[in-house]
T-cell receptor, first 113, second 110 residues
Framework: DTEVTQTPKHLVMGMTNKKSLKCEQH?????MYWYKQKAKKPPELMFV???????INESVPSRFSPECPNSSLLNLHLHALQPEDSALYLC????????????FGSGTQLSVL | QQQVKQSPQSLIVQKGGISIINCAYE??????FPWYQQFPGKGPALLIA?????SEKKEGRFTISFNKSAKQFSLHIMDSQPGDSATYFC?????????FGPGTRLSVLP
């Protein structure tokens, strides 16, 4: 199994809603990532988890809250988002942290109304 | 975070032609240079990568050429097919992350 599975595929939420994005991998990877991608732009790193511990937080607003319940799961909790947060949110995993192949999920297309 | 430059921004090629995309970086402490391919509505997927103990790597129709002294590497797609139409990103390892180039949108005309 070389897949990273993300749910939901699409999400529409209001600015007062609370929602969560979910990511799962069963490749035994110990590094997991959240990226944000705007249309026609490259992915931008939000968070990195290494061995289930938050390793990098790229100065992301607190309305985004990551969680890594175990080595296979990664969540992104969303609260009080703004319309400019609308984007494709990508989860990725890799075997290690440095110079390793990234496996991406298909993403969650988020629209904030 | 360093600047990663990619050219061209977009590329239109006839079926059977050669597509060439270039990437330039400032510095890296790591020896791993990948190209990712992304189709609309999908996440990026690794297409081909090189470790610069060699200057060129070929996998099927895809070739990476690497010039360490110039801090550049390129992707060559031979016999381009309409199914190759996608956005291509080079990526440079930096710390615990990759810095992605701005992307090249390739369209292969039938």
């Amino acid at each position: 199994d070389t897949e990273v599975t993300q749910t939901p595929k699409h999400l529409v939420m209001g600015m007062t809603n609370k929602k969560s994005l979910k990511c799962e991998q069963h490749m035994g990877h110990r590094a997991m990532y959240w990226y944000k991608q705007k249309a026609k732009k490259p992915p931008e790193l939000m968070f990195v988890y290494s061995y289930e511990k938050l390793s990098i937080n790229e100065s992301v607003p607190s309305r985004f809250s990551p969680e890594c319940p175990n080595s296979s799961l990664l969540n992104l909790h969303l609260h009080a988002l703004q319309p400019e947060d609308s984007a494709l949110y990508l989860c990725a995993s890799s075997r290690g942290l440095v110079g390793e192949k990234l496996f991406f999920g298909s993403g969650t297309q988020l629209s904030v109304l | 975070q360093q600047q990663v430059k990619q050219s061209p921004q977009s590329l239109i090629v006839q079926k059977g032609g050669i597509s060439i995309i270039n990437c330039a970086y400032e510095n890296t402490a790591f020896d791993y240079f990948p190209w990712y391919q992304q189709f609309p509505g999908k996440g990026p997927a690794l297409l081909i990568a090189i470790r610069p103990d060699v200057s060129e790597k070929k996998e099927g129709r895809f070739t990476i050429s690497f010039n360490k002294s110039a801090k550049q590497f390129s992707l060559h797609i031979m016999d381009s097919q309409p199914g190759d139409s996608a956005t291509y990103f080079c990526a440079i390892p930096e710390g615990q992350n990759f810095v992605f180039g701005p992307g090249t949108r390739l369209s292969v005309l039938p």
